[in-house]
């Protein structure tokens, strides 16, 4: 989990879910990314941007 992304594994890691719901969950942050404007990378999520939704410090 470096750098300043997470991507499908590590959230997999971090909620402990599938494959399947990882990659819904990213989908979903992303496109909340996209509606406030913000370009987003698929296959991506930013750090800072998924520990605050779920709030993990």
């Given amino acids: 989990m470096d750098g300043k992304y ?3 594994k590590d959230i997999m890691v971090c ?3 599938s494959e399947s719901k990882a990659y819904m969950i990213m989908r979903q ?6 509606k ?3 370009m987003t990378m ?3 999520i930013p750090k ?5 939704r779920f709030n993990i410090s």
Avoid: P
């Avoid at 800072?48 to 605050?52: A, D, G, S, T």
């Fill in 6 to 8: 997470y991507t499908y």
């Fill in 15 to 17: 909620l402990k879910c």
């Fill in 29 to 34: 942050l992303n496109d909340e990314l996209t």
């Fill in 36 to 38: 406030k404007g913000f």
């Fill in 42 to 44: 698929r296959g991506r």
């Fill in 48 to 52: 800072k941007y998924f520990e605050e």
